[in-house]
């Protein structure tokens, strides 16, 4: 059961599309005017206002058990009171009671139809559960009562993004800035959603101004951070990121993005020392020790290296990326038995794997098996028609099997794409892409 903060404060967590998907830690907090028009809900009938103090107190604790008990006692006193009875509806949807929760507010709603504060609460509470579709009509009527209402149109925008409807969120979070351009949650929401329909540029000056609203917070920080990795603003990444860290020491997930971020402004060493921070906080995190790779093969320490990936495979034989540098620092050994073993493993996990499949061509060419070779280096150029080293080894293949036609045809294939050397370059220390088991796509629930 999630704590919850205060019947204002809303922690809210919304799982989003493009950019990862990073469980958002931030909170916002109640605006003063929404907490005064809150004191008109209470009555002052003897004795319902101490039941009301003391059910709040209860439900800001979590004690759920005392607040319903608080709750029922000041309904059973004043049965009109739609104060004890949303707050009543709170508990009930904290506690996985839904349908009653939806019984009381929704008689609380009719009661009070025109009352924008009201259905506020109740939209909010929903957020709160993570229940987007049950507050959108709640939070709607609100700011049809109010359209230039701040707390609606953010929390409103908020659900739109939550139930990818960016468009929609971008329209009602561009009204939040318009009244109020220093709500640092709607800049946050509107980077997303500007995000999530491409416009990416957009959305990393809004997370940009996000985090200038709110320094402090990890969460705005963590998404402005990926928002720069996604524009290969790499260095940039790096220092959003070493804020996030210093806030969150223990936040496994930004240590390893900032290693991401480290490793591909040419900074291996200090990459390797966040990612052994990193895998004492969480040792069987696959992508930690499959980075820690990465930055010891980037100082030239092979051996090491090796010894991680294979630890990431051990903990994830699934893992391509693990897999497929492990085969590519055997073959560069020359061992390759081991490369072969490595390779052969991949494509049991993705048959399709352009980089497996051509690696074992090659390696069959040179052990003499032709045809071997030309099975696996066909498939890597039906796959990947612009891999000039899959038809240059081919037109070799060919020419040893025989068939010069064949040979001609790769050969003319791989001169037409531009380049006489027949492989890219090794790229040791090219920049590190996104990678299958992506860096920083799942949080623990908070």
């Not at 561009?174 to 957009?202: C, M």
């Not at 959305?203 to 402090?216: D, I, S, T, Y």
């Not at 991401?260 to 040792?283: C, D, F, R």
Request: proline content about 4%.
């Amino acid at each position: 059961m999630r704590t919850i903060a205060g019947p204002i404060l809303l922690v809210l967590v919304l799982v989003t599309q493009g950019i990862g998907a990073r469980e958002e830690i931030a909170s916002f907090v109640g605006r003063p005017a929404l907490r005064r028009s809150l004191q008109s809900l209470r009555t002052s009938q003897p004795g319902l206002e101490s039941l009301l103090t003391e059910g709040r107190a209860a439900l800001e604790a979590s004690r759920f058990g005392e607040a319903e008990s608080a709750f029922d006692r000041a309904l059973a006193l004043a049965p009109d009171s739609r104060e004890a009875e949303v707050q009543l509806g709170i508990v009930y949807l904290f506690t996985g009671r839904f349908a009653q929760a939806r019984f009381l507010f929704q008689s609380s709603a009719g009661a009070g139809r025109d009352d924008a504060t009201m259905l506020l609460r109740i939209g909010a509470a929903y957020v709160r559960a993570e229940r987007a579709a049950d507050a959108e009509p709640y939070l709607s009527r609100a700011v049809s009562l109010d359209p230039s209402a701040v707390d609606a149109n953010m929390l409103l925008g908020q659900v739109y993004v939550a139930t990818a409807r960016p468009e929609r969120a971008i329209e009602t979070l561009q009204q939040v800035v318009r009244v109020d351009p220093k709500v640092p949650h709607a800049h946050y929401f509107l980077g997303l959603a500007y995000t999530l329909v491409g416009k990416r540029e957009e959305g990393l000056e809004e997370l940009k101004r996000a985090v200038a609203l709110a320094p402090e917070n990890a969460g705005f920080g963590f998404y402005l951070a990926l928002a720069y990795l996604e524009a290969r603003q790499d260095n940039e990444a790096a220092i959003a990121l070493e804020r996030v860290v210093r806030l969150t020491p223990a936040d496994v997930e930004a240590r390893i993005n900032l290693a991401w971020a480290l490793i591909n402004v040419g900074k291996p060493s200090q990459a390797a020392t966040s990612l052994h921070e990193a895998v004492k906080l969480q040792p069987t995190h696959v992508v930690a020790w499959f980075l820690l790779g990465e930055a010891t093969r980037r100082q030239g320490d092979d051996d090491r290296a090796i010894e991680h990936y294979e630890r990431a495979a051990a903990l994830d034989p699934t893992m391509i990326d693990a897999l497929f540098s492990l085969g590519t620092l055997y073959y560069a050994r020359q061992d390759f038995e081991k490369a072969a073993a490595w390779f052969g493993k991949l494509l049991g996990v993705d048959p399709d794997h352009v980089g497996a499949h051509y690696q074992v061509g090659k390696m069959a060419l040179q052990a003499g098996r032709v045809d071997e070779a030309i099975s696996h280096l066909e498939i890597c150029a039906r796959l990947d028609p612009a891999n000039k080293g899959a038809h240059y080894q081919l037109s070799r293949a060919y020419r040893l099997k025989g068939d010069a036609r064949g040979a001609a045809r790769e050969l003319d294939a791989f001169r037409a794409l531009g380049s006489d050397t027949a492989d890219d370059p090794a790229g040791r220390d090219q920049r590190l892409e996104r990678i299958a088991t992506r860096p920083g796509s799942s949080r623990p629930r908070r």
